[in-house]
């Protein structure tokens, strides 16, 4: 079981023939992710070469629009390589194509773009969920990578994980690598973001593989803080978390646009505090979080 993505998921790249969008492919599809094509209005009717996980050569087709590639090879995830500039309207496209995954890995997007296209995925009645931006996408472990998160960190397991952090994501992944993961998900450090934690905490809930879930958050805004009241309220299944940023300086804004801390709200120890009241254990380091993680599956 996993969350969101699967063996069975269809995947195009938006941005397929671009610098990121060739290297991403390759790497995708080395970890068994079923690439079908992409997207790239200008490069309509070619197509790209590449190998599959087994070192087989694969030709995918090179769509004019989200639209067409879906209805040409059944698609059901999206994941965009697409500049800042452009990547609102990407977006667009693959909402009103009415995809149903969409993961967007841009970073440096303008928060009102991505406010806008979060708006009009609303008003399409989210049909299409948004992981990202600026984020390293979603990897169900041995099935399928959609992003840029290395495939080869660690193998299947029953973890959940859900982070705001790129990097941190793949060191948690790593240093539970003996335990492994079911699904794990970057959904990214912008103020406005698709999936949220709370998202990403219901969906493993309701996986009955899952049994446990790490959760990293960082300082600024209060994200951690609703999703501490949501796993009071709703969550059963064990929950480890971290918060980054505790040595950060006070007013300081920190690399990601969504860190920003104001007075006591928002910072690493308010998060910390908000937690564990909701009966989170929270790791002051990543090791110290992946430590207490292996207390609790040793005693399920």
């Given at each position: 079981m996993?969350?969101?993505?699967?063996?069975d998921s269809?995947?195009?790249?938006?941005?397929?023939?671009?610098?990121e969008?060739?290297?991403?492919?390759?790497?995708?599809?080395?970890?068994g992710?079923q690439?079908?094509?992409?997207?790239?209005?200008r490069?309509?009717g070619?197509?790209?070469?590449?190998?599959?996980?087994?070192?087989?050569?694969?030709?995918?087709?090179?769509f004019?629009?989200?639209?067409?590639?879906?209805?040409?090879?059944?698609?059901?995830?999206?994941?965009?390589?697409?500049?800042p500039a452009?990547?609102?309207?990407?977006?667009?496209?693959a909402?009103d194509a009415?995809?149903p995954?969409?993961?967007?890995?841009?970073e440096?997007v303008?928060?009102?773009?991505?406010a806008?296209?979060?708006a009009?995925?609303?008003?399409?009645g989210?049909?299409?969920?948004?992981?990202?931006p600026?984020?390293?996408g979603?990897i169900?472990p041995g099935?399928?990578l959609?992003?840029?998160?290395?495939a080869?960190?660690t193998?299947?397991?029953?973890?959940?994980?859900?982070?705001k952090?790129?990097?941190l994501?793949?060191?948690m992944?790593?240093?539970?690598?003996?335990?492994g993961?079911?699904t794990a998900?970057?959904?990214?450090?912008?103020?406005?973001?698709?999936t949220?934690h709370?998202d990403?905490?219901?969906?493993?809930?309701a996986?009955?593989?899952?049994?446990?879930?790490?959760m990293?958050?960082?300082?600024?805004?209060?994200?951690?803080e609703?999703?501490?009241?949501?796993?009071?309220?709703?969550v059963?299944?064990?929950?480890?978390?971290?918060?980054a940023?505790?040595?950060?300086?006070?007013?300081?804004?920190?690399?990601?646009?969504?860190?920003?801390v104001?007075?006591?709200?928002?910072?690493?120890?308010?998060k910390?505090?908000?937690l564990?009241?909701?009966?989170?254990?929270v790791?002051?380091?990543?090791?110290?979080?992946?430590?207490?993680m292996?207390?609790?599956?040793?005693?399920?």
């Open positions: 996993s969350i969101f993505l699967n063996k269809k995947v195009i790249v938006q941005g397929i023939t671009g610098g969008g060739t290297k991403h492919t390759a790497l995708m599809l080395k970890a992710t690439v079908v094509g992409g997207v790239n209005a490069k309509a070619t197509t790209v070469l590449h190998t599959d996980a087994d070192g087989k050569p694969v030709e995918l087709p090179v004019a629009s989200v639209a067409e590639a879906i209805a040409a090879t059944g698609a059901d995830v999206s994941i965009a390589f697409v500049p452009f990547t609102k309207d990407a977006m667009v496209e909402i009415e995809i995954l969409l993961v967007v890995i841009t440096g303008p928060v009102g773009d991505t806008e296209a979060w009009y995925a609303q008003s399409k989210n049909t299409t969920r948004i992981i990202g600026n984020c390293p979603i169900t099935e399928s959609v992003g840029i998160t290395p080869n960190i193998g299947k397991g029953p973890i959940g994980l859900v982070s952090s790129g990097t994501t793949y060191q992944m790593y240093e539970l690598r003996e335990i993961f079911s998900i970057g959904i990214g450090g912008d103020p406005v973001i698709g949220t709370i990403a905490l219901a969906a493993f809930e996986d009955p593989e899952t049994k446990a879930i790490v990293i958050g960082e300082i600024g805004g209060d994200a951690e609703r999703a501490a009241d949501f796993i009071k309220a709703n059963t299944k064990p929950v480890v978390g971290y918060v940023g505790f040595t950060a300086p006070e007013g300081k804004t920190m690399g990601h646009a969504g860190a920003i104001s007075g006591s709200a928002g910072t690493a120890q308010a910390k505090e908000a564990e009241a909701a009966g989170v254990k790791g002051k380091t990543p090791s110290e979080t992946a430590d207490l292996r207390s609790i599956i040793a005693s399920l």
